[in-house]
């Protein structure tokens, strides 16, 4: 805890929302995953603010106003 103490904020992002994905793990060893998903994003013009992943989840932090768009892009690249 005073380790956190310690930990200086040097931004905030509050018009944010997360997109998260849930996956097999079957596709951590599927090269260019993260890639894909990321260019589908880049070319709707939909700006990252943060990304997390574990073994079976990968975590998008978007503008809130990018949500509707961010969560449609990935929903029709899933099901091609």
Known sequence: LEEAKKELVVGKE???????????DVFI???G???A?????AW?????IELASTMTEIIFIVDKKDAVS???????????
């Not at 998903?37 to 994003?41: A, I, N």
């Not at 709707?44 to 990252?48: E, M």
């Open 33 to 35: 995953l993260v890639f």
């Open 70 to 80: 961010a969560y449609k892009t990935l929903q029709e690249l899933i099901e091609k």
């Open 44 to 48: 709707k013009n939909i700006n990252i």
């Open 14 to 24: 509050e018009e944010a929302a997360a997109i998260s994905l849930k996956y097999s």
């Open 29 to 31: 060893h599927r090269p």
């Open 37 to 41: 998903l990321v260019r589908e994003l």
